[in-house]
């Protein structure tokens, strides 16, 4: 007699050891928070290199493709090169090379350009901030020479920090210079490991743009296993539409800080505002971070130029406030275009929530990320109501008040009773509608009324 196992009994078994290992996980997550954290972390640490190598590779990809495409293919198709396998393997590697080459030039020359000017510039501010404060001094006795009052309050204030700033130094910052001397040297250690991470990363990158139509496919071919075929084909979409977005955003956000740079540069030259290279680099590169940027970068800029000329600082913040304007409505939607389908409110709002959770990167990549999530609740929120039969045009619901049978009936303020949702005749249609509220307050009527006739009739 052979003997069989009841599938059900398996079912409940594998049922109960997944409820019971279940809640031995949850319980080591809630009362071991700190472990995980710090494995992660240490995690995190340990693979720093390979998560620098695919951003560098993510980053250098179109640089590799335009040079593969438009360069190194169009030269194998002049002199009929075949496409070989061995070929394609020596043209990959020689676009690599090229790419290599290219960057390492670009990042060269634009260090070898700045930074001394830079270096110059910083040192000029040192050396000529003693008179920068006597000159603002100066101007600020000049300005409230009408005012007597104003400026004794203005003097009395600056008399009050700097003694404060005085302590500060004596009693504060001196005490604790050798705990600032091992933070210094702590972070100096921490640059040389991100160095190093980096080194590391473009040298695995470099193996990465190697195989990527390889990389890539192994990633589908995972996705096909895991997923049902629409599912799988739905999630490749996506992928593609989050790659669109942010190397749309980021790469055209780039160019578009480049040019504001260089005109700022020109503009602030001819206009022979002092530093002009210094402050370009500051607009520049703070003008990466949407909407606020601009302002983040003209704050230090105009404070540095108010030191030298205060009438030039006027120039300087007038001419930053043209400019912005050009880059909002003119350069800005030429380059980016609509890449990330956001409004300005939301923009303010991703910036603020990223930059809040992540500082300055989050400020940067918070819009991309945030209009890739944007998308999806849109493309969530449509589906449902093309379920319902319903239209997904927001414009069809402006003035909507109810629907009633799949006909919308617009809302009459003049019409609408002072309680939500109560009865009353409108021009169109008699609302049957009810809010939550008036349900509520006229179920408790209706109870409330029930039990006096009860009491009534007893």
């Known amino acids: 007699m052979k003997f069989r196992i009841d599938k059900k009994y398996i079912h409940w078994g594998v049922t109960a050891f997944l409820v019971i290992a279940t809640s031995i996980l949850f319980y080591y997550l809630l009362f071991h928070k700190e472990s995980i954290s710090s494995g992660f972390h240490t995690f995190i640490t340990i693979t720093m290199p390979i998560l620098d190598g695919l951003l560098l590779s993510y980053l250098l990809t179109p640089i590799l493709n335009g040079v593969e495409k438009r360069l190194i293919s169009l030269f194998c198709v002049k002199f009929h090169v075949e496409f070989t396998s061995r070929n394609k393997k020596r043209i990959r590697m020689l676009s690599i090379l090229i790419t290599v080459i290219i960057v390492t030039f670009l990042i060269y020359s634009f260090f070898a350009t700045i930074i001394p000017q830079l270096i110059r510039s910083i040192q000029s501010i040192i050396l000529q901030f003693p008179v920068y404060i006597s000159n603002l001094t100066v101007w600020v006795q000049r300005l409230l020479a009408d005012n007597p009052d104003i400026e004794d309050a203005v003097i009395e204030m600056m008399d009050r920090y700097s003694v ?19 933070d210094v040297s702590l972070s100096f250690l921490g640059f040389l490991k991100t160095l190093w991470n980096l080194i590391l990363g473009f040298i695995i990158s470099i193996y990465i743009l190697g195989s990527k139509e390889l990389f890539a496919g192994q990633a589908k071919k995972i996705v096909y296993a895991l997923f049902e075929t629409d599912a799988a084909n739905a999630i490749i979409s996506d992928v593609r539409f989050t790659h669109r977005t942010f190397s749309g955003f980021m790469v055209g956000k780039v160019i578009d800080s480049i040019i504001i740079g260089i005109i700022c540069f020109f503009g ?19 003008n990466i971070i949407p909407f606020f940027g601009p302002y983040l970068g003209a704050i230090p800029s105009a404070l540095l130029i108010l030191m030298v000329n205060p009438l030039q600082c006027l120039y300087f913040i007038i001419f930053i406030l043209v400019l912005q304007q050009f880059d909002g409505n003119v350069l800005g939607p030429k380059i980016l275009g609509n890449s990330t389908g956001l409004s300005s409110f939301w923009v303010i709002f991703s910036i603020t929530l990223f930059g809040g959770l992540f500082g ?99």
């Open 360 to 458: 300055i990167l989050g400020m940067i990549a918070g819009v991309p990320i945030f209009a890739v999530i944007y998308a999806g609740i849109k493309a969530f929120i449509n589906q449902m109501l093309l379920q319902k039969k319903l239209p997904t045009d927001t414009s069809e619901y402006l003035d909507v008040g109810s629907i009633e049978k799949g006909e919308f009936i617009p809302y009459e303020a003049k019409n609408a009773a002072a309680f939500p949702g109560s009865d009353t005749n409108s021009g169109h249609k008699q609302e049957k509608s009810k809010s939550i509220i008036h349900q509520f307050f006229r179920s408790d009527k209706e109870e409330t009324n029930s039990d006096d006739k009860q009491n009534n009739t007893k």
């Open 164 to 182: 404060e700033l005085n302590n500060f130094l004596n009693l504060n910052l001196l005490p604790k210079m050798n705990e600032v001397i091992r």
């Open 268 to 286: 602030i030259s001819m206009m022979d505002i002092p530093y002009a290279i210094l402050i370009s680099v500051i607009v520049g590169i703070t």
